[in-house]
């Protein structure tokens, strides 16, 4: 297993002595320290993915303070554990906007706890900023979406499958909750658009790890190509039945959308080989500023084998674009951030960045990664530069027609 | 049709794994034991740990899962749940504490943790078990296409069933612990040490539960939280066949195995859990006490 347990009370400890120093030393108010706010799990369930995203924010702020900091200030990080439960994010994030009063937090993995958050967000007013790839179908001003929602996942990989792997029959495959089902709102669409038919499309229990009968279905459905939006731990036990059963990537794939670095190091890479995912990151992506991103990030967790992957780099660099649009406002409000951010673009390890000026979601590069034995994929085929975000393609959103507009949802072409 | 069968097969089998130590320790001492999804959480561990720090491969972990989760019983039962036999909803609290501890342990490393000390393998995150080559794959079978691994679940289950069906029917030990079953007081009476039988029947259900762990760490995703849901799927199991009936834990599993299986197929693994559990409560309605139960004197 290559997730180590972090002691995260003695990391913090180190980050608020860090900070504490300039603080004894301040002599004037304008360097006093900016606050901000990190939520993550830091126990439950879902605590081993959020403690690496908190990592990315807080190695991120440990970054911008060595080099001086923001408008000149240090950036002070209050950490809160949303302890994998919706109701306890709420809480937090009700203390951090009203008690701690920061303007910006960020933090949130799964929707659900972003769901949770969100009338918070709204009501005081706050920004928060969100990593995580989702299902779209959002558009608040008070949230930053710098993770790909569905047409960044799927508008190159449907066509990709059908025309470069010559698929033509796609079995879908998810989890029983709104990210996979949306997903495959958007895949039916983009398949059909394609001229490849879907046969069937299947939901299992989140956590669910008994696959014999899905596995059974896939194999008798005639289907040439897997498409699968599960999550979690059970992506670890679907791959391992899937090979168990005899079925082979090298003629019927698993596409996934969610399987990343950290799932492919916990089943065993020798189960995904032949297998890709679609991100606009991949820890693989060979460029000067990746390799040093891992450099640093496997420094600042402490440990050598230390994988990166999308949503990771998204809360890393999440944090320099609310740098950027604080330094260009020279103001902390919300309002001031949400003006500010808007069309701040940022070189991230894996690539250009930009928050989109309408929606507030993140322009990213769709990238095809196929794993190889090493447990890292390489990646086949990539758009040439970002594209836009658009969180109601499921719905029918174009570029021409846009859902979610300056002025917030247009609702009024939902129900049309 | 027969490839369905297979996989409820294999389903049954996992079940009758998980259900199989629990039989005996609800069965013999009417202790709920809330611990019994950890000692499986545990057995898998093992394979996960021998693996890692001894190289060595599923066959080799299995003995050795049943020594460490054996003893890891033997120690419950001293230390708890011999204060509260009779109280059999005390017992569910206390195995359950037990259970959280654990699960801790295991999370936090035993506590090494918090010194920085990391042990390999153990931890909050998601581990794996590599399963041997010649149990990787499929093979053909009167022209059904088995998956190796689980026909070999499938085999040690069986192996291990009908142990405990001769340890239980056909040693002395198993009359003693028949005894108990029936009539605990009265076997004391009659010369039976019943403190000693208990923790040996404790013991050994742990130990069986350790063995479940092993096999189910090849096909599934070792983690600190892996017990509970199990510990469900045993308890439907024991409570469907009748309390004390090794018979009856043997035909429920295969019984909801089937019906799972054949209800996912037709539709999907979500529904099928629910037809599982409908079925339980319907035979739970119509005998009270399970499928096959003593009949009371």
């Given at each position: 297993?290559?997730?180590?347990?972090?002691?995260?009370?003695?990391?913090?400890?180190?980050?608020?002595?860090?900070?504490?120093?300039?603080?004894?030393?301040?002599h004037s108010f304008a360097s006093e320290p900016i606050k901000v706010g990190a939520l993550y799990s830091q126990t439950g369930g879902l605590s081993v993915a959020e403690k690496l995203l908190a990592n990315g924010v807080l190695?991120?702020?440990?970054?911008?303070?060595?080099?001086?900091?923001?408008?000149?200030?240090?950036?002070?990080?209050?950490?809160?554990?949303?302890?994998?439960?919706?109701?306890?994010?709420?809480?937090?994030?009700?203390?951090?906007?009203?008690?701690?009063?920061?303007?910006?937090?960020?933090?949130?993995?799964?929707?659900?706890?972003?769901?949770?958050?969100?009338?918070?967000?709204?009501?005081?007013?706050?920004?928060?900023?969100?990593?995580?790839?989702?299902?779209?179908?959002?558009?608040?001003?008070?949230?930053?979406?710098?993770?790909?929602?569905?047409?960044?996942?799927?508008?190159?990989?449907?066509?990709?499958?059908?025309?470069?792997?010559?698929?033509?029959?796609?079995?879908?495959?998810?989890?029983?909750?709104?990210?996979?089902?949306?997903?495959?709102?958007?895949?039916?669409?983009?398949?059909?658009?394609?001229?490849?038919?879907?046969?069937?499309?299947?939901?299992?229990?989140?956590?669910?790890?008994?696959?014999?009968?899905?596995?059974?279905?896939?194999?008798?459905?005639?289907?040439?190509?897997?498409?699968?939006?599960?999550?979690?731990?059970?992506?670890?036990?679907?791959?391992?039945?899937?090979?168990?059963?005899?079925?082979?990537?090298?003629?019927?794939?698993?596409?996934?959308?969610?399987?990343?670095?950290?799932?492919?190091?916990?089943?065993?890479?020798?189960?995904?080989?032949?297998?890709?995912?679609?991100?606009?990151?991949?820890?693989?992506?060979?460029?000067?500023?990746?390799?040093?991103?891992?450099?640093?990030?496997?420094?600042?967790?402490?440990?050598?084998?230390?994988?990166?992957?999308?949503?990771?780099?998204?809360?890393?660099?999440?944090?320099?674009?609310?740098?950027?649009?604080?330094?260009?406002?020279?103001?902390?409000?919300?309002?001031?951030?949400?003006?500010?951010?808007?069309?701040?673009?940022?070189?991230?390890?894996?690539?250009?960045?930009?928050?989109?000026?309408?929606?507030?979601?993140?322009?990213?590069?769709?990238?095809?990664?196929?794993?190889?034995?090493?447990?890292?994929?390489?990646?086949?085929?990539a758009y040439p530069a970002p594209i836009k975000p658009l969180p109601y393609s499921a719905y029918g959103e174009t570029e021409q027609s846009l859902f979610c507009t300056p002025a917030g949802l247009d609702s009024s072409r939902?129900?049309? | 049709?027969?490839?369905?069968?297979f996989i409820g097969l294999s389903l049954s089998s996992i079940l009758l794994l998980i259900a199989l130590g629990l039989a005996i320790t609800y069965g013999a001492m009417g202790v709920i034991n809330m611990a019994h999804g950890?000692?499986?959480?545990?057995?898998?561990?093992?394979?996960?740990?021998?693996?890692?720090?001894?190289?060595?491969?599923?066959?080799?972990?299995?003995?050795?899962?049943?020594?460490?989760?054996?003893?890891?019983?033997?120690?419950?039962?001293?230390?708890?749940?011999?204060?509260?036999?009779?109280?059999?909803?005390?017992?569910?609290?206390?195995?359950?504490?037990?259970?959280?501890?654990?699960?801790?342990?295991?999370?936090?490393?035993?506590?090494?943790?918090?010194?920085?000390?990391?042990?390999?393998?153990?931890?909050?995150?998601?581990?794996?078990?590599?399963?041997?080559?010649?149990?990787?794959?499929?093979?053909?079978?009167?022209?059904?296409?088995?998956?190796?691994?689980?026909?070999?679940?499938?085999?040690?289950?069986?192996?291990?069933?009908?142990?405990?069906?001769?340890?239980?029917?056909?040693?002395?030990?198993?009359?003693?612990?028949?005894?108990?079953?029936?009539?605990?007081?009265?076997?004391?009476?009659?010369?039976?040490?019943?403190?000693?039988?208990?923790?040996?029947?404790?013991?050994?259900?742990?130990?069986?539960?350790?063995?479940?762990?092993?096999?189910?760490?090849?096909?599934?995703?070792?983690?600190?939280?892996?017990?509970?849901?199990?510990?469900?799927?045993?308890?439907?199991?024991?409570?469907?066949?009748?309390?004390?009936?090794?018979?009856?834990?043997?035909?429920?599993?295969?019984?909801?195995?089937?019906?799972?299986?054949?209800?996912?197929?037709?539709?999907?693994?979500?529904?099928?859990?629910?037809?599982?559990?409908?079925?339980?409560?319907?035979?739970?309605?119509?005998?009270?006490?399970?499928?096959?139960?003593?009949?009371?004197?």
């Amino acid at each position: 297993m290559v997730l180590k347990r972090r002691d995260f009370l003695k990391r913090s400890a180190i980050a608020s002595a860090a900070m504490a120093f300039p603080t004894l030393t301040r002599h004037s108010f304008a360097s006093e320290p900016i606050k901000v706010g990190a939520l993550y799990s830091q126990t439950g369930g879902l605590s081993v993915a959020e403690k690496l995203l908190a990592n990315g924010v807080l190695m991120a702020i440990s970054e911008i303070n060595a080099t001086g900091g923001v408008l000149g200030r240090p950036v002070e990080v209050v950490v809160e554990d949303g302890a994998s439960d919706p109701r306890t994010f709420s809480e937090k994030a009700s203390k951090l906007v009203m008690r701690d009063r920061v303007s910006t937090v960020f933090g949130c993995h799964t929707s659900a706890s972003r769901k949770a958050v969100l009338p918070i967000f709204e009501r005081r007013d706050a920004m928060l900023f969100y990593q995580t790839h989702y299902e779209g179908f959002e558009c608040s001003r008070n949230v930053i979406y710098s993770g790909a929602v569905p047409n960044q996942q799927l508008a190159n990989y449907i066509p990709w499958i059908v025309e470069k792997l010559g698929k033509k029959k796609f079995f879908i495959v998810g989890s029983n909750y709104v990210y996979p089902r949306e997903m495959a709102k958007v895949s039916k669409m983009l398949i059909e658009q394609a001229g490849a038919e879907w046969v069937a499309d299947d939901y299992l229990e989140l956590g669910h790890s008994e696959w014999s009968v899905t596995v059974n279905k896939i194999k008798e459905s005639g289907a040439d190509v897997v498409l699968s939006n599960v999550v979690g731990d059970s992506v670890i036990s679907f791959y391992r039945e899937y090979i168990n059963q005899g079925m082979s990537h090298e003629t019927v794939p698993i596409c996934a959308t969610v399987t990343s670095e950290i799932e492919i190091a916990a089943m065993g890479a020798e189960y995904a080989v032949g297998s890709y995912t679609s991100f606009p990151y991949f820890m693989s992506i060979d460029t000067p500023d990746n390799t040093s991103f891992i450099e640093r990030f496997r420094a600042f967790v402490n440990d050598p084998r230390a994988v990166t992957y999308h949503s990771l780099e998204a809360a890393y660099f999440q944090v320099f674009l609310w740098k950027q649009a604080v330094e260009k406002m020279n103001d902390l409000s919300a309002s001031a951030i949400r003006e500010g951010v808007r069309g701040q673009s940022f070189q991230a390890p894996g690539g250009l960045v930009t928050i989109d000026a309408d929606n507030l979601h993140c322009w990213l590069t769709p990238r095809i990664g196929r794993w190889g034995s090493n447990g890292q994929s390489e990646v086949v085929d990539a758009y040439p530069a970002p594209i836009k975000p658009l969180p109601y393609s499921a719905y029918g959103e174009t570029e021409q027609s846009l859902f979610c507009t300056p002025a917030g949802l247009d609702s009024s072409r939902l129900s049309g | 049709m027969l490839n369905i069968l297979f996989i409820g097969l294999s389903l049954s089998s996992i079940l009758l794994l998980i259900a199989l130590g629990l039989a005996i320790t609800y069965g013999a001492m009417g202790v709920i034991n809330m611990a019994h999804g950890e000692m499986v959480m545990v057995g898998a561990y093992v394979a996960v740990l021998s693996g890692i720090w001894l190289d060595a491969n599923l066959l080799v972990a299995i003995p050795l899962a049943f020594v460490v989760t054996a003893l890891l019983g033997l120690a419950i039962e001293r230390v708890v749940v011999r204060k509260l036999y009779g109280r059999m909803l005390d017992t569910l609290l206390a195995t359950w504490g037990v259970a959280l501890l654990i699960q801790q342990a295991v999370r936090l490393e035993f506590g090494l943790s918090f010194f920085g000390v990391h042990v390999e393998g153990l931890g909050p995150g998601l581990q794996h078990v590599t399963t041997p080559a010649f149990l990787q794959g499929t093979f053909r079978l009167a022209g059904v296409e088995l998956n190796a691994y689980r026909t070999f679940i499938i085999l040690v289950t069986a192996v291990l069933a009908t142990a405990t069906w001769w340890l239980v029917y056909r040693t002395a030990a198993g009359m003693q612990v028949r005894a108990i079953i029936r009539n605990p007081n009265m076997a004391a009476a009659s010369g039976i040490d019943v403190k000693r039988v208990n923790s040996m029947t404790f013991a050994f259900g742990s130990g069986l539960a350790g063995i479940a762990g092993v096999l189910i760490s090849g096909i599934r995703t070792v983690f600190p939280d892996m017990g509970p849901p199990l510990v469900v799927d045993g308890f439907m199991v024991v409570v469907t066949g009748g309390v004390g009936s090794l018979y009856g834990t043997l035909l429920s599993s295969a019984l909801l195995g089937e019906i799972n299986a054949l209800v996912a197929i037709g539709t999907n693994d979500i529904l099928a859990r629910a037809v599982m559990f409908a079925v339980v409560i319907l035979v739970i309605l119509i005998k009270p006490n399970g499928l096959f139960s003593f009949k009371e004197r």
